[in-house]
């Protein structure tokens, strides 16, 4: 069988039915109907003479000769993918996978400026596809010293040898409290460094030593992995907790969450750019 344009085009609808699990699912995806694409479909079964897959009210099911078929389909459709990028570049164009991985909640910090960079590589390198992912710090390291990814943002306490450091910027953290707690209407004078350690607080995880409180962590505390969900903690006015201050801003406007004193917990970190050496 000699392999067309148009046998190409009938196998990336195909696989995209495969990802998204059926007909309906794909048409986001694909820009088509339903219809259009079981049309598809069905010419492709005549084209290879087989069937590949069983649709009815028991939903989509690939047949043992649709999954083969559907190997054979990914493994065209990526090298035919691997062999454009490559006549691409014959063109002095920079082309490939940049896979970088950021800490949560780092988006709407001012001084954070991976969109711009987003921006400014796609605009002059259209032929670099960028995907980014959001993961815990130990992650990320781990995952670049794998090999895994090519870049990596946040703020990293524990660092692993073999990858190369770059600070970036200061994150400034404060203690903050959500509107139920018995602190939000306490006048700033009655708010002693104490009264706050005297609280139920929630932690990040993967923070060191140095950057967690300096009381020890009781059972009613919680300890988290992600700021969103510390926030989320500390939002239900029954903890709280170190929150970055840019994050905060329209739950202050909101009059959801109240900035308290300042503590000896309030601090600075260090946000970093890590890349494999």
Known sequence: MKISGADLHLLSVFDSVVRNGGFSAAQAELGLSQPTISNHITALETRLGVILCQRGRRGFQLTEKGLQVHEVAVDLLRRIDQHSMSLTA?????????KIAVVDCVASDPAFKLPEVVHKITEEAPGIRIEIEVEKPGAILRRLAEGDIHAGIGSFDNKIKGLSYTNLYEESHSVYCGKAHPLFSTPDEGITQLE???????????????RKKSQQVIEADRIVDQIEAQLMFILSG???????DHVVSPYLLADRLRKLPPHEDNFDCTLHNAIGL
Do not use: A, F, T
Not at 200 to 206: A, C, D, E, K, T
Not at 238 to 244: K, M, Q
């Open 90 to 98: 014959l063109k002095g164009s920079l082309v490939g996978q940049l």
């Open 196 to 210: 706050m350690d005297k609280c139920n607080w929630v932690h990040r995880g993967y923070w060191s030593r140095e």
């Open 238 to 244: 029954s903890y709280i907790g170190l929150l970055p």
